[in-house]
Every structure is written in structure tokens, then in C-alpha cells.
């Protein structure tokens, strides 16, 4: 069984940055993709960024040019560099894994079946 555990999340001004980590233990997905997503209290979640096996990324257009995921295959681990943050960015961000994919990823919730338990980001004006 997977279990991702996010870290890094907390509270920072507009224009800061942040920089999320998401460990992977038990099946760590290792090749699959993986991405970051968020949501806000009454809203439905959304996915941030995604990256496949090889590095290959794709991005939410809020997000473009500000963020930027990676992640260490050999360690198991996804990041999540954030800059240029916005009161906007402001939700509870979660890492997941697509246990059936690896070359090509999609930034849709549904498809992704391996979730950690979030980690807050608050943004302020």
C-alpha cells in the first residue's frame, strides 16, 4: 500500500515562495505519474502541475511560469516549487499518484487513485 505524506506548506506573503515535498513509502509508484493538486473549502479540486516518468511536466495555465514540479525517481519524491504566489494560490495542496500511466499525464482528478492527506498554503495580501 502507497502512502504519500506531504510537507512545506504554510503561510507566506504575495510575491513569496514555498516549495512542497512529497515522500512516496510501500508502493511508491516510482515511474507512474504523479502530480500536484489543490482545493478550496467548497470548490471541487483542481489539478496544479503534473509530471511523468521521464520529466515531461504540464501545468494548470494559473500556474504557469510560477511553479515548476519535479521529482526524484531513485528517492520518491515530488517537489513542488512555488513563486510569484498570489492570495489566489491559496488552498490545501495535495500530492497523488496515476497508478496506470507513466509517459503521458493528465492534470484530471479522476485518474489519479493515490492521494496523500494535503498540506495548507495560505497566501496573503
Known amino acids: 500500500q502507497v502512502q504519500l505524506v506531504e510537507s512545506g506548506g504554510g503561510s507566506v506573503q504575495a510575491g513569496g515562495s514555498l516549495k512542497l515535498s512529497c515522500a512516496a513509502s510501500?508502493?511508491?509508484?516510482?515511474?507512474?505519474?504523479k502530480g500536484w493538486f489543490r482545493q478550496v473549502p467548497g470548490k471541487e479540486r483542481e489539478g496544479v502541475a503534473v509530471i511523468d516518468r521521464d520529466g515531461g511536466t504540464l501545468y494548470a495555465d494559473s500556474v504557469k511560469g510560477r511553479f515548476t514540479i519535479s521529482r526524484d525517481n531513485a528517492k520518491n519524491t515530488l517537489t513542488l516549487q512555488m513563486n510569484s504566489l498570489k492570495p489566489e494560490d491559496t488552498a490545501k495542496y495535495f500530492c497523488?499518484?496515476?497508478?496506470?500511466?507513466?509517459?503521458?499525464?493528465?492534470?484530471?482528478?479522476?485518474?489519479?487513485?493515490?492521494w496523500g492527506q494535503g498540506t495548507q498554503v495560505t497566501v496573503s495580501s
Open positions: 510501500g508502493y511508491t509508484y516510482s515511474t507512474q505519474c
Open positions: 497523488a499518484a496515476d497508478p496506470r500511466r507513466s509517459s503521458v499525464c493528465y492534470l484530471s482528478v479522476g485518474l489519479y487513485s493515490a
